[in-house]
């Protein structure tokens, strides 16, 4: 089945830094990609999407990236805010989702 | 009101005995989630409801049941509890279109087996 990797597992910033999360996939089935964060005592919210049609999607200070031939996401948070900080969750879905370990962002005032 | 409601927050339970776990939403979504999640893991599919039909995943097919009694609530059902259940259960609704839909989640109940 498919399998979602990110990549890095952690990430510690100051603040006004920018960030890269990459993320994998390995079924080229897949074809939604949406992005959920997890601030600290909070529940999973979304964030960012995009679909096996698209290459590029901004929502404000995040942009993701998709490249279809390497089966790779990329999100990029500009500006980063000590707000940013939580557990960041890429995913693939085509019948069935399947979510990335996630990526925990410290961002240091 | 875009709110999962999940209850309990917090359960106990023994070796050996059923847990059942309760899940409502109000945004007439039709496709209904259950996810297990421990700590530094990805949240792991285990069934969904879309309308009245149920898909539950094939490696955990005999270990959860489930119900929707109506549009609204949805329970996930464990007949017997085993000390690998202990896990933070999330549940989560969607529109429609599922595959391409956003999901919404609800703040999670944490169950523990003793």
């Known amino acids: 089945g498919e399998q979602v990797e990110q990549l890095p597992s952690s990430l510690i910033v100051q603040e006004g830094a920018s960030v890269l999360i990459n993320c994998s996939y390995t079924d080229s089935a897949s074809v939604y990609f949406p992005w959920y964060k997890q601030e600290p005592g909070k529940r999973l919210q979304f964030i960012i999407d995009?679909?096996?049609?698209?290459e590029r999607k901004q929502n404000q200070r995040l942009t993701l990236l998709f490249d279809k031939k390497t089966k790779h996401l990329s999100l990029h948070i500009t500006a980063t805010q000590p707000g940013d900080s939580a557990i960041y969750f890429c995913?693939?879905?085509?019948?069935?989702?399947?979510f990335g370990d996630g990526t925990q962002l410290v961002v240091k005032p | 009101d875009t709110t999962v409601k999940q209850n309990p927050r917090y359960k106990l339970a023994r070796v050996g005995k059923p847990v059942n776990l309760i899940c409502s939403q109000t945004m007439n979504h039709d496709t209904m989630y259950w996810y297990q999640k421990k700590p530094n893991q990805a949240p792991k599919l285990l069934l969904f409801?879309?309308?009245?039909?149920?898909?539950r995943e094939a490696d955990t097919f005999e270990k959860f049941q489930s119900s929707r009694p109506n549009n609204s609530f949805c329970s996930l059902y464990i007949g017997s509890a085993g000390l690998e259940y202990s896990a933070m259960y999330l549940c989560?609704?969607?529109?429609?279109?599922?595959?391409?839909?956003?999901?919404?989640f609800g703040p999670g109940t944490r169950l523990t087996v003793l």
């Open positions: 409801y879309y309308d009245k039909i149920l898909n």
């Open positions: 989560a609704s969607s529109r429609l279109d599922w595959a391409y839909a956003e999901q919404f």
């Open positions: 995009i679909r096996s049609n698209m």
């Open positions: 995913s693939a879905s085509n019948n069935r989702i399947f």
